[in-house]
C-alpha cells in the first residue's frame, strides 16, 4: 500500500514512533485488512483510520504491546464496526438468499448427502500448504468476495481472527443457532467455489 508520511506533531517522549508508522507497518496493515474486507479502497480508508485513532490515543500506548500489535489491535476493532454495520443491512439480504439458493443442489433432498455433481474433490494440494501459494489464496480471496456480507463476517472472525463464538454472536447480533448455520453454508459455498476454479 502506497501512503504519503506526513510528519505528526506528537512529542518524542512517547514511547512510540508515529513518523514511522507508514513506512513499517502500512503495508501490513493494508494486507490484513483486505484480507478480512476484500475490498481495496475499504481497507486503505481503515489503515488510514487506524493511523489517526492511534494518533489520537498516543497517550494511551504503556508499552505492554510493540507499536504493529497495537495497531493491529485498533485496525481489528474497525474492521469488527464495519462487520456489524455490514450484518444489520444484509441478515435478510438478497445476496444471502441467493447463496442459499445456489446450495439447493448440493445435497439430495431425500438422504441430505452430497449429490454427484457437486461431491468434494481433492484439491490435489492437500499434502502443501495452500496459503504459501499466491495462486490458490488469489482465488480463494475471489470466492471470499463472493459471499453475503454476514457469511464474510462471520467467517473471517472465526477462522482468520479466531474469536470466540459467543463474542462474534454479540458483535453481530446473530443467534448461535443461525451463527452455526452460516459457517456450515459459507465453508459448502466455499469449497464449491474452489472446487469449480482451482485446477
Same mark, same amino acid.
Given at each position: 500500500?502506497?501512503?504519503? /508520511?506526513? *510528519?505528526? /506533531?506528537? @512529542? +518524542?517522549?512517547?514511547?512510540? /514512533?508515529?513518523? !514511522?508508522?507508514?513506512?513499517? =507497518?502500512?503495508?501490513?496493515? =493494508?494486507?490484513?485488512?483486505?484480507?478480512?474486507? @476484500? *475490498?481495496? &479502497?475499504?481497507?486503505?480508508?481503515?489503515? !488510514? &483510520? +487506524?493511523?489517526?485513532?492511534?494518533? &489520537?490515543?498516543? *497517550? !494511551?500506548?504503556?508499552? %505492554? %504491546?510493540?507499536?504493529?500489535t497495537w495497531l493491529t489491535a485498533i485496525l481489528k476493532y474497525k474492521i469488527v464496526d464495519v462487520y456489524r454495520k455490514k450484518s444489520s443491512q444484509f441478515l435478510h439480504s438478497t445476496d444471502s438468499v441467493s447463496a442459499e439458493k445456489q446450495q439447493e443442489?448440493?445435497? *439430495?433432498?431425500?438422504?441430505?448427502?452430497?449429490?454427484?455433481?457437486?461431491?468434494?474433490?481433492?484439491?490435489? $494440494? &492437500?499434502?502443501?500448504?495452500?496459503?504459501? !501459494? %499466491?495462486?490458490?489464496?488469489? $482465488? #480463494?480471496? #475471489?470466492?471470499?468476495?463472493? #459471499?453475503?456480507?454476514?457469511?464474510?463476517?462471520?467467517? @473471517?472472525?472465526?477462522?482468520?481472527?479466531?474469536?470466540?463464538?459467543?463474542? $462474534?454472536?454479540?458483535? #453481530?447480533?446473530?443467534?448461535? %443457532? /443461525?451463527?452455526?448455520?452460516? $459457517?456450515?453454508?459459507?465453508?459448502?459455498?466455499?469449497?464449491?467455489?474452489?472446487?469449480?476454479?482451482?485446477?
Amino acid at each position: 500500500m502506497q501512503a504519503e /508520511n506526513k *510528519d505528526f /506533531n506528537i @512529542t +518524542t517522549d512517547l514511547p512510540i /514512533n508515529p513518523h !514511522q508508522w507508514v513506512s513499517r =507497518y502500512a503495508d501490513y496493515l =493494508y494486507t490484513y485488512a483486505l484480507s478480512r474486507l @476484500t *475490498d481495496e &479502497e475499504l481497507a486503505r480508508d481503515l489503515v !488510514q &483510520e +487506524t493511523f489517526l485513532a492511534a494518533l &489520537e490515543r498516543a *497517550d !494511551q500506548f504503556k508499552g %505492554s %504491546s510493540t507499536e504493529k500489535t497495537w495497531l493491529t489491535a485498533i485496525l481489528k476493532y474497525k474492521i469488527v464496526d464495519v462487520y456489524r454495520k455490514k450484518s444489520s443491512q444484509f441478515l435478510h439480504s438478497t445476496d444471502s438468499v441467493s447463496a442459499e439458493k445456489q446450495q439447493e443442489d448440493f445435497f *439430495d433432498p431425500d438422504d441430505g448427502h452430497w449429490n454427484i455433481a457437486h461431491r468434494p474433490q481433492a484439491f490435489g $494440494i &492437500e499434502d502443501q500448504d495452500p496459503f504459501t !501459494q %499466491s495462486e490458490f489464496t488469489h $482465488i #480463494l480471496q #475471489l470466492c471470499m468476495k463472493k #459471499l453475503p456480507a454476514l457469511w464474510l463476517s462471520v467467517f @473471517t472472525m472465526k477462522h482468520m481472527d479466531e474469536e470466540e463464538t459467543d463474542a $462474534i454472536c454479540t458483535a #453481530l447480533k446473530v443467534t448461535p %443457532s /443461525n451463527f452455526w448455520v452460516i $459457517i456450515h453454508r459459507t465453508k459448502v459455498n466455499l469449497r464449491a467455489c474452489l472446487q469449480k476454479n482451482w485446477s
